[in-house]
């Protein structure tokens, strides 16, 4: 009879196979960790930063205010009058949009880390995803305004008729708030369902201010849509300043929590 020493029984091969997954596991999520929280970080202060030195450029703090005309100017004055203002704001509109990329990037990565090895829930997965699509489209608006204003800059300033330079420069504000306003829609829904995954794992406090979050960024699309300039600014800065900022920062840190629970298994 042969003997049973020396052969591994069929439970510890599985018990092995289990624990080598488990290994596996540990070090992605160890991995993870630190990469999420300096992004985090790294896009919130970019979001805050952004969201501020825009509020001072819409106040006519940062920038010349917008100009205000007389009934006695000519058209052909007016428009002059604005399009030099227009010109004179673009090197400080390139910072703070250039800023705002730097945030959204982040929130974007975020949404690709928060689908690490350890979550297996289809619903989180989906949301991360809807994440990084909605701050993707929020990128590809904005680098199109800022060719699209650095056109308008050149040609206000090297004789082209203006009414020319008018229609281009109110067809990129057009197409720049399209994507923006599915961005935010976009961003709006992934928090939402990430409430929700939020809610189900017991995470009641970071669930409600997703679900916050979210609902603003439904709002601000909206307000969009109805053309609510002073409510689109006043969200945006908002979000941008606060909102934002808050969510990233919490959420980077329960990611790390939640991989060191899990490494500690």
């Known amino acids: 009879m042969p003997s049973r020493r020396g052969r ?53 703090v940062a920038v010349a205010r917008q100009p205000t005309f007389t009934r006695h100017q000519s058209s052909a004055q007016r428009f002059r009058i604005f399009y030099d203002w227009v010109v004179s704001t673009l090197p400080q509109e390139r910072w703070y949009v250039s800023l705002a990329i730097l945030g959204f990037l982040s929130l974007a990565t975020v949404g690709m880390l928060m689908r690490r090895p350890t979550s297996h829930d289809q619903l989180s997965a989906a949301a991360a995803l809807m994440l990084a699509m909605g701050s993707t489209l929020w990128i590809v608006g904005n680098l199109f305004q800022l060719g699209g ?12 008729p203006l009414r020319v330079v008018s229609s281009i420069f109110f067809t990129v504000e057009m197409i720049d708030d399209a994507f923006e306003t599915a961005a935010f829609a976009t961003i709006g829904l992934a928090l939402l369902l990430l409430a929700r995954v939020g809610a189900q794992s017991g995470q009641r406090a970071w669930s409600r201010y997703s679900a916050g979050l979210g609902t603003a960024c439904l709002a601000l699309a909206v307000a969009y849509i109805l053309d609510e300039g002073d409510i689109v600014n006043l969200l945006l800065v908002a979000l941008g300043a606060v909102a934002i900022p808050v969510w990233m920062i919490w959420t980077g840190r329960a990611q790390h929590h939640a991989a060191a629970d899990f490494e500690a298994r």
Request: net charge neutral; hydrophobic share 50%; charged share 10%.
């Open 149 to 160: 204003h650095h056109a308008v800059g050149l040609m206000a300033t090297h004789g082209n």
């Open 8 to 60: 591994p029984s069929f439970l510890s091969t599985v018990k092995e196979d289990v624990m080598e997954i488990m290994t596996v596991q540990q070090v992605a999520a160890r991995r993870g960790r630190e990469p999420m929280t300096a992004v985090t970080y790294t896009g919130a202060a970019a979001f805050c930063t952004a969201a501020i030195w825009y509020a001072l450029a819409v106040q006519g």
